[in-house]
């Protein structure tokens, strides 16, 4: 008998009921007799209107920061800047639902906007930031580029003037990510013999890259090391005779631990990217930041005229920031673009020590002597960086926040994660992470950013036992997303992480042409459990942090109905869909996965317990399900008590630990041959995906 667990009532609601919502958002645009007069004085209720212009001030807006906007002849209120819109919502919102309402077009900012709780709805009301009906407006956290002139004519690489000291990883050619100049050095992990890496950096042993030595400009250069599971970017210092010297302490991050730049699980291609000199393809680029120079290698017989080029200055666009004391409440984004950000962290000395999925090294830690050597798969020293990872922060950030919701909107051309809900204080501008609570996210669009798509929760300890109940993430509703195209450029990140997360729904989502996993949630390979997970007591973690007695807050999540294809395309290692730790009550049901590369479909990895995977399709996978123990011992092996019935598959068996102690189940799963599916596995592939 199968066992079947109905979504809770606030998440069935959310993801299937939503027509009336929908149907709401047209209500949001009142009539002239809904206008109040610039200090709110309309005592009704009704809702007020601003409106914000991309083109500045129009003529009856006083200030910017005035006592009030004069109405338009419609009665709205008509401003010239965000800033002066937020002002007049700020002092109408404890009477009035507002609806911002930005006219189509691209609002360039020159910060972010930071609401705090002043700026969310009061007293019953809600505060709606959305675009004229019928256009699109766009947040941009850059500028076009204008003012080229062909630099080479026979490489047809063109030149423009930026402002000097201008830095960027991101730039964005008619909506798409250009790729940033790259020579490569190592096919993978097999093809460096030519390579000799030592605590100081890399020598050279092929005499055909003698001329390295000569590049300009070689502290822009990078080191990239494309691995198993991880993205590792390391910054040059110099190149001196035949040895790539690097900064510290990326170099040294980098290259200890597990899947290290030196020492990669599989794949390891190695590039060196970042010079003027690599200009060998079109659509590449290369920014001179002390020159004030951007240089772009266009297709052959191409010219710059008519190309849209952004360069993204800002590192966020929205930051949602409360306290615990005083959340953000009652605030709606909607029909909007966010777009043109970048994130400058991996080009510091810091560089991006990537470890899974965005959680990167950031610090000086103490490394064995022979670390080169014996810390290439783990060691005591290594389990000190653990707690103290940080995360990507992202474009649109969400934290002390309740009541939310982003319904409608596009997230494209970024540079970080798009949108971040309560991850650790490090990933949050405002410095204050978690608690977010009640948030919506619905039929928005993702697509053409750097790293991943929606990120909830952190992996620092307050992420999972925190100290203060308002801290946790819960009930969030990711339902009837698209994403295609993220995570370009930290190709480790999941379109979808949920880390410690109480009651998340992540249902009705299409996601698609991805380099990593689909959907991953949880976090912690079970170390943070009741008990801790015997793995990492022998490889030293317990040095550095408690055993804990009491459960996380990764509980009661619902992954369903999800079309997941064309993922690993870069990365072999996680899965699809990939769980990390004790999770009671979370169940993963009727997605269809397809065309993963021959990877794994769903990899129960270390630590999940108390999760049921039930009525899932699975097809062209090289395991279908995968249960990772890591141990041969069932009392050092804690991923266990797990419930795997009901699903199809077509090729590629089930891995599963047999024997007394691991106790994971499956049962009454079904192996299709020749593509007959059955009729309720036919049901779950038509059903999968964003109902839009």
């Not at 691991?662 to 009454?668: A, I, P, T």
Request: aromatic letters at 8%.
């Amino acid at each position: 008998m199968r066992i079947r667990r109905p979504l809770p009532h606030r998440a069935r609601a959310a993801a299937f009921g939503l027509a009336s919502a929908f149907a709401l958002l047209g209500s949001l645009i009142p009539s002239a007799a809904a206008a109040a007069d610039g200090r709110g004085a309309d005592r009704t209720g009704a809702t007020t209107t601003i409106v914000v212009s991309p083109h500045g001030a129009p003529p009856h807006d006083t200030s910017s920061h005035g006592a009030g906007a004069a109405p338009t002849p419609k009665g709205d209120h008509r401003v010239g800047t965000l800033s002066a819109a937020q002002d007049l919502a700020r002092r109408l919102a404890d009477r009035h639902d507002v609806v911002v309402v930005l006219e189509g077009g691209t609002h360039e900012m020159r910060s972010p906007l930071r609401f705090t709780a002043a700026d969310g709805g009061r007293n019953g009301h809600t505060v709606t930031w959305t675009s004229a009906p019928g256009q699109r407006a766009v947040l941009s956290g850059g500028s076009a580029v204008s003012g080229w002139s062909r630099h080479d004519a026979a490489k047809n690489i063109w030149v423009a003037p930026v402002p000097r000291g201008t830095q960027s990883r991101q730039l964005y050619v008619d909506g798409k990510v250009a790729p940033r100049t790259s020579l490569r050095l190592a096919a993978d992990k097999h093809d460096r013999g030519h390579l000799e890496f030592t605590e100081r950096g890399i020598t050279l042993k092929d005499p055909a890259l003698s001329h390295l030595n000569s590049l300009p400009n070689q502290s822009d250069l990078e080191i990239e090391s494309v691995g198993s599971f991880t993205d590792r970017i390391s910054p040059v210092k110099a190149i001196r005779g035949n040895e790539i010297l690097m900064q510290q302490p990326a170099w040294d991050n980098n290259t200890f631990g597990y899947d290290t730049l030196t020492a990669p699980y599989a794949r390891g291609a190695l590039y060196l990217n970042n010079s003027y000199a690599f200009l060998n393809s079109a659509g590449q680029w290369y920014l001179d930041s002390s020159r004030g120079l951007l240089y772009y290698r266009a297709a052959a017989g191409a010219t710059m005229h008519g190309l849209d080029v952004r360069l993204p200055r800002l590192q966020s666009l929205v930051q949602v920031a409360g306290t615990y004391d005083r959340p953000v409440a009652n605030l709606a984004f909607r029909n909007l673009q966010f777009s043109d950000t970048t994130w400058l962290d991996p080009s510091s000395p810091q560089g991006y020590v990537d470890q899974q999925s965005g959680a990167h090294v950031v610090g000086t830690y103490a490394r064995p002597a022979d670390a080169l050597s014996s810390c290439q798969d783990g060691c005591p020293k290594f389990e000190a960086t653990r707690n103290e990872w940080h995360q990507i922060p992202a474009a649109v950030q969400v934290s002390a926040a309740r009541d939310v919701s982003f319904t409608g909107n596009s997230f494209t051309r970024l540079g970080d994660v798009g949108l971040g809900l309560g991850m650790d204080p490090n990933a949050h501008a405002s410095g204050v992470g978690y608690g977010a609570a009640d948030i919506t996210v619905h039929r928005n669009s993702f697509t053409e950013s750097a790293a991943s798509a929606i990120v909830v929760g952190g992996v620092q300890p307050d992420a999972h036992h925190p100290r203060d109940s308002r801290m946790v993430n819960h009930d969030v509703s990711i339902v009837d997303n698209t994403i295609t195209g993220i995570s370009q450029d930290y190709k480790d990140n999941a379109a979808i992480l949920s880390t410690y997360t109480t009651r998340a729904t992540i249902a009705h989502n299409s996601i698609s042409d991805v380099p990593y996993d689909g959907i991953d949630i949880g976090w912690g390979w079970g170390i943070n459990d009741p008990g801790g997970n015997g793995y990492y007591r022998e490889a030293g973690l317990y040095e550095y942090q408690p055993i804990y007695t009491t459960p996380t807050t990764f509980r009661d999540n619902v992954v369903s109905h999800n079309l997941i294809h064309d993922t690993k395309q870069v990365m072999n290692d996680g899965g699809s869909v990939y769980t990390l730790s004790a999770s009671p009550g979370t169940v993963i049901e009727r997605n269809y996965i397809y065309d993963n590369k021959a990877t794994l479909g769903v990899l129960i990895d270390q630590g999940t317990r108390h999760v049921v995977m039930r009525d899932n399709v699975v097809i062209g996978a090289s395991r279908w399900v995968y249960v990772n123990a890591d141990a041969e011992d069932p009392d050092t092996f804690n991923t266990k008590d797990n419930l795997i019935t009901g699903n199809w598959w077509d090729v590629g068996p089930a891995r599963n630990p047999e024997g007394p102690g691991y106790d994971n189940q499956l049962v009454d799963n079904v192996q299709v041959a020749d593509g007959v599916w059955p009729a309720e596995a036919r049901s779950v592939m038509q059903e999968a995906g964003a109902h839009r």
